[in-house]
C-alpha cells in the first residue's frame, strides 16, 4: 500500500509552484527548482523530512495539485 504522494501545485499563498510531499506523518512543502520528475524523485525517496504541515494545508491552499508519483 502507498503511503507517499508527491504532488506538483501552485500555493495559493505565494503564487509559486511547490512540490507537496504527502506522507503518513504529514505533508513537506518543497520549492520547485525546475526539477523533472525523476530528479524530484531521487531527492525526495527515501529521506527523512521534518513535517511542517498536516493535510488541511495542502486541501487549503494547493491549487489544481497534480499527481507526479506515488510509492
Same mark, same amino acid.
Do not use: C
Given at each position: 500500500?502507498? *503511503?507517499? &504522494? ?5 500555493? *495559493?499563498?505565494?503564487? /509559486? ?5 504527502? %506522507? ?6 518543497? +520549492?520547485?527548482?525546475? /526539477? %523533472? ?10 529521506? *527523512? &523530512? ?5 493535510? %488541511? %494545508? &495542502?486541501?487549503? &491552499?494547493?491549487?489544481? +495539485?497534480?499527481?507526479?508519483? /506515488?510509492?
Amino acid at each position: 500500500m502507498s *503511503s507517499n &504522494f508527491l504532488y506538483k501545485a501552485k500555493d *495559493s499563498r505565494d503564487g /509559486e509552484n511547490h512540490w507537496w510531499l504527502i %506522507t503518513a506523518d504529514g505533508v513537506i512543502i518543497l +520549492p520547485w527548482d525546475g /526539477e %523533472t520528475k525523476v530528479q524530484i524523485l531521487e531527492k525526495v525517496k527515501g529521506v *527523512s &523530512f521534518n513535517v511542517s504541515h498536516d493535510i %488541511t %494545508t &495542502f486541501k487549503a &491552499f494547493a491549487m489544481n +495539485p497534480s499527481l507526479v508519483a /506515488e510509492w
